[in-house]
């Protein structure tokens, strides 16, 4: 055998070993490997976990107390504004009534970000209960189910959630926490349906399949099919789902707090700081300007990595 002939051998033979190696990489690892050659989604995760460390460590970070008040350094501007109305103390300047602004940011990524993650926790774990086992079961328990969904997706979210904060706004539930758990409650109640239809397609799909009748045949019972069978293989576009519902969640509750219906004061949010602000805004803007660029840039994020999500998990792209 020539030199050349043993090269070509030996390129044939790597990329063999190439195709059998990538075989045999789990499909987390290799949706890992594409999500890591998008650049976008990586700068978008990047910007999320930043704004889940500044929420842990909010009472470290922030510089003051968030609702506490100086008088002498209301609507104080930001350093880069650095005129009369500029306080060194304060980097991005005072709100109307003296609370440090880059504080009051820093505490709202926190109230943001909880609002963004449980609700979605609660969504997914009614939304996927309810779709697997009306997918699974069929028949009757499956037209029950739908109806259900049907019912709750005939109503306009946002007009649901307004409906269901007002109407619980004065209760003890709605006190508790500044109205904290009644948001997680107002957005689990009405988002949780295209979670569940999702959820159902994916188990129609599936449960026909080679694995599952492999799984029945070995005496499994329902719970376990649908826990370590068709849950795992459903998970993917799940998944995908969830990185938008987060900023979904995180709007909602600004455009509540926004309308003087979300998270009651003092407690600060986005929402709350850009309601707040409205006030002074013919004078400086920057107390809008502010949380509304932080909304959008956690939302952008979420987006970025929602959309690379959706490429790396999907079956058909390959490396």
Known sequence: MTTASRAVSTQERAAVLNVIHRQQRSLWIDAWERLRRNRFAMAGLVVVIVACVLAALAPLIAPYDPVAQDTPANNSSPFWEQGQYWDPRYVLGADQLGRDILSRLIWSARISIVIGFVPTAIVFSIGIL????????????????????????????????????????ATPIGEFLGGLILIFIALAVVSWVGVARLTRGQVLSLKEKEFVEAARAIGAGPGHIMRRHLLPNALAPLIVTAAFSVPSAMLAEAVLSFLGIGIRPPTPTWGVMI?????????????????????????????????????????????
């Not at 049907?150 to 109503?155: E, H, K, L, P």
């Not at 400086?284 to 999500?309: E, Y």
């Open 275 to 319: 309601n707040d602000g409205f006030v002074v805004f013919s004078t400086t803007p920057w107390p809008v300007l502010l949380p509304s660029i932080c909304i959008s840039i956690v939302m952008l994020s979420f987006t970025f990595l929602g959309d690379g999500l959706r490429d790396a998990l999907d079956p058909r792209m390959k490396l």
């Open 130 to 169: 309810v779709g697997m086992v009306a997918g699974f079961y069929g028949g009757i328990v499956d037209n029950l189910l739908m109806r259900l969904t049907d019912v709750v997706y005939a109503f306009p979210d946002l007009l649901f959630v307004i409906i269901i904060v007002t109407s619980l706004r």
